[in-house]
């Protein structure tokens, strides 16, 4: 089992930037992928960014490709997930997950889930 916390959120203006990051608690944060998803407003909860178990393999929704970076330290048990070009519909609370398969983007094949960040893009 593994406990998430994210971190990181804030108000950013169009065209920031913003690191996001996802401390783990639990011994077996190595041995899960993990993934980063967004919910906005009204809005069902989206793929972001995911990163396999050693963080040598990464898989981006197509949205973010180019600007955003998945990245994870297992030795601090920490996920990261770094934006650029923010822009304003980008605004959403970011969760980060946990899940014994890589590069996957169905939401529901995440057993463990954050509280979750807000980010904030103004315009």
């Known amino acids: 089992q593994v406990q998430l916390v994210e971190s990181g959120g804030g108000l950013v203006q169009t065209g920031g930037s913003l690191k996001l990051s996802c401390a783990a608690s639990g011994r077996t944060f190595s041995t899960y992928a993990m993934g980063w998803f967004r919910q906005a407003p009204g809005k069902e909860r989206e793929f972001v960014a995911a990163v396999d178990w050693s963080g040598g393999g990464t898989f981006y929704a197509d949205s973010v490709k180019g600007r955003f970076t998945i990245s994870r330290d297992n030795t601090k048990k920490t996920v990261y997930l770094q934006m650029i070009s923010l822009k304003p519909e980008e605004t959403a609370i970011y969760y980060c997950?946990?899940?014994?398969?890589?590069?996957?983007?169905?939401?529901?094949?995440?057993?463990?889930w954050g509280q979750g960040t807000l980010v904030t893009v103004s315009s």
């Open positions: 997950a946990a899940s014994i398969h890589p590069y996957r983007a169905n939401a529901d094949e995440y057993a463990y």
